[in-house]
Nanobody, 114 residues
Framework: VQLVESGGGLVQPGGSLRLSCAAS????????MSWYRQAPGKERELVAT????????PGTDSVKGRFSISRDNAKNTVYLQMNSLKPDDTATYYC????????WGQGTQVTVSS
């Protein structure tokens, strides 16, 4: 199982980023996919989940209305569209694949700063 996140970087407050997570080594369409994030000194928190059937469920209230998760089973990829970014969104973002157990990617850094 391999999960490779990409798309992170430095963005100004109010800007947007789209994170991608490319999956391989398993049947992507059979797994629920999630994005988590962890900022320095803070606990990890769930950002959003999308089921294998495409139903999305938000995580932390702080991103509701600004972030959205989607998946493309043909490309074995899950996305996190992040809009109206705030400095508090600064964190390492991880994607996971879950069925009987949960697999984690290595993370991608997102920094929101002027």
């Amino acid at each position: 199982v391999q999960l490779v996140e990409s798309g992170g970087g430095l963005v100004q407050p109010g800007g947007s980023l789209r994170l991608s997570c490319a999956a391989s080594g398993f049947t992507f369409s059979m797994y629920d996919m999630s994005w988590y994030r962890q900022a320095p000194g803070k606990e990890r928190e769930l950002v959003a989940t999308i089921s294998r059937t495409g139903v999305s469920t938000p995580g932390t209230d702080s991103v509701k209305g600004r972030f959205s998760i989607s998946r493309d089973n043909a490309k074995n990829t899950v996305y996190l569209q992040m809009n109206s970014l705030k400095p508090d969104d600064t964190a390492t973002y991880y994607c996971t694949a879950r069925r009987l157990r949960e697999y984690w990617g290595q993370g991608t850094q997102v920094t929101v700063s002027s």
